[in-house]
């Protein structure tokens, strides 16, 4: 999706359908074309049946259209016709026959219209999440939103395909139907007519009813979807706890919950439908009973009353249609707004005429505060410092002393307001820098790495899928994770879980550095991304980092003073302010806060040993 339709707003319904039916209104409208074809096939067989019984088994004057009366005329007139009935029945199959066919390419169409607007629409939908803030994603349940890109965008597809695209055999079968009537018996016609109104009215009574009952119906659907989604993705959580019975007892009360409401909506269908069936059989009684006493008394051909009563059947199914149409008309209202409320989500943008620059300049932090909300205390505090270009920066500090946003700043995940300070890479403010070029320059490895439900060499290669398998080797070698993979019986094609849930965590941690090594940019983040590795190999990947890492410029988040006291500089964050800065040996001679920590550490150390 380009930047210009990511940023597009609907402000209407009918504005989002129009963007996503783009692709598929040709089939649509082919599919319309060969519909009204059927629906002439439809209109032309009880007149055939009305000619027979009055005019060639009868002896009735043909009421034809003067082009029929010729045709008929010239191979013989009806009594050719009479002799010869085999011709009006080859001329029902053949008619059979050709809707038969028109039908075909008729759903075929229809459904090319119907599965191109699903692709359409969820690969837009989709293009446009990713696009999305990590701010928006944090406020809106996966499980929900996955929903809405699936059943909601099948309940469309359902409304286009079945019944906005019958609307356009309804409107010619209900006014070919009318004429035909009119013509037939125009009194009788009037008692017909008389149900319609009163089928649409209890339709469009229905109507808000249904819509609201589906929306509650449809968001309940998406928080049992969120609850089965989080359960699935953290069952290790689950079962640690012993929190089976707890969440299988909350699942069960929002299912119930889910349940109850569909079952009110089922309620209110039956009762639409049920009713519905009813006044149609009561037209249908009516005009029968009434068609029957105006052919005992003459008033009507039995050709013509046979003729009525299918074409009154006829009408009957496009009314009933309508009233379907108006109840779907609901559900689908509902879905288009819950997708539109994702369309029309601020998606991330750069600055106008965003450049390119050189990313491998020095990076400079002026005057940076930060907090999430405008209610919540400042994460961060006026922090300013400089970081050379190639050097590698050590951060150290508690839990919630802001060292991880502030490398999210930095790749710009969280935006930093104007005046909240800048951020700078060779003296370009991020805020001026392409969002996608800023982003392929920095490496993140985060403490809680994901990976995907793949092998082991693609999970590692995600970040690079051009790269060959020696690359892979050499970053897996960098990681210390090569050792781990040899003893694997698969090697490089392990298959690793949703999560890399068959890893242990230093493994995860290991694979998530290789993939970022993969791609060599160079600027490189390592997020407390040692943290579930032993001493022995948190060295043996320090040492093979500054080996390897070249002229890349490298920020160390830890809490291990061990894993930093080679850094050219550290850094001392205390409640989102910088507290301290310098080499290891000048942070222990301020005997401050590293100091102190530094001897804590030790000391358990020599404990240990």
């Known amino acids: 999706m380009s930047e210009n339709n990511v940023n597009q707003r609907f402000e209407t319904k009918r504005q989002m359908l129009g963007y996503f039916m783009k692709g598929s209104v040709k089939w649509f409208a082919l599919s319309i074309l060969f519909t009204l074809v059927v629906t002439l096939m439809d209109m032309i067989n009880p007149k055939i049946i009305s000619f027979t019984v009055d005019s060639v088994i009868g002896d009735k004057p043909a009421a034809l259209p003067s082009a029929v009366l010729s045709l008929v005329d010239r191979i013989g007139g009806t009594g050719y016709l009479r002799n010869h009935l085999g011709i009006l029945a080859g001329i029902v199959v053949l008619l059979a026959l050709i809707r038969a066919l028109f039908r075909y390419l008729w759903r075929v169409f229809n459904a090319k219209g119907a599965e191109t607007f699903v692709e359409t629409t969820r690969n837009s939908v989709f293009s446009h999440l990713l696009a999305l803030p990590v701010s928006w994603h944090g406020s809106h349940h996966t499980g929900d939103i996955i929903q809405r890109c699936t059943s909601d965008i099948e309940t469309i597809k359902v409304f286009l395909s079945e019944q906005l695209a019958s609307l356009f055999r ?104 049920c009713s519905m069936d009813l006044l149609s059989g009561a037209q249908i009684l009516t005009v029968t009973s009434l068609g029957a006493v105006y052919a005992v008394h003459g008033e009507l051909t039995a050709g013509n009353y046979i003729a009525f009563l299918t074409y009154n059947t006829m009408m009957i199914w496009p009314v009933r249609m309508l009233g379907r149409i108006i109840a779907n008309l609901s559900k689908s209202g509902v879905a288009i707004d819950r997708l539109r409320e994702i369309m029309n989500a601020e998606p991330e943008k750069d600055a106008e005429n965003a450049q390119k620059p050189d990313m491998t300049g020095d990076i400079s932090f002026e005057h940076v505060s930060f907090s999430f909300t405008e209610e919540s205390r400042n994460v961060l505090n006026d922090v300013s410092f400089e970081v050379k270009a190639g050097s590698t920066v050590g951060i150290l500090g508690a839990t919630g002393s802001g060292k991880s946003t502030l490398m999210y700043l930095l790749d710009r995940i969280y935006p930093l307001p104007a005046e909240n300070g800048r951020i700078t890479i060779g003296g370009t403010d991020i805020q001026q820098i392409e969002s996608y070029w800023l982003r392929s320059h920095i490496g993140i490895v985060l403490q809680e790495p994901y990976l995907f439900s793949r092998t082991l060499e693609e999970n ?62 160079p600027i490189m983040v390592f997020d407390d991304s040692l943290s579930a590795v032993d001493a022995e190999t948190d060295t043996k990947i320090r040492a093979a980092l500054a080996e390897k890492t070249g002229d890349s410029t490298v920020f160390l988040i830890a809490h291990r003073i061990t894993t930093l006291m080679n850094a050219d500089e550290i850094i001392i964050l205390d409640r989102g302010r910088l507290a301290e800065r310098g080499t290891h040996e000048e942070l222990l001679a301020q005997n401050g806060i590293y100091r102190r920590i530094f001897d804590l550490q030790m000391a358990g150390r020599e404990v240990e040993e």
């Open 170 to 273: 309804i409107i010619p079968t209900l006014c070919l139907a009318f004429v035909f009537m009119y013509r037939i018996h125009p009194k009788l016609m009037g008692y017909a007519l008389l149900f319609v109104p009163l089928i649409i009215g209890y339709s469009l009574f229905f109507h808000s009813r249904i819509g609201t009952a589906f929306r509650k119906a449809d968001e309940e659907e998406g928080k049992l979807s969120a609850i089965a989604q989080e359960n699935l993705t953290g069952v290790r959580v689950v079962r640690a706890f012993g929190k089976e019975q707890y969440e299988r007892t909350r699942f069960e009360e929002k299912n119930r919950t889910y349940t109850a409401l569909w079952i009110r909506l089922m309620r209110l269908l039956a009762a639409f439908w």
């Open 460 to 521: 590692i290669r995600i970040a690079s899928p051009h790269a060959g398998r020696k690359e892979v080797r050499d970053a897996a070698g960098i990681a210390v994770l090569d050792e781990s993979i040899e003893r694997f019986e698969d090697g490089y094609d392990t298959f690793v879980g949703e999560r890399g849930v068959t890893l242990s965590g230093g493994q995860k941690q290991r694979t998530a550095i290789a993939q970022m090594l993969i791609r060599k940019p």
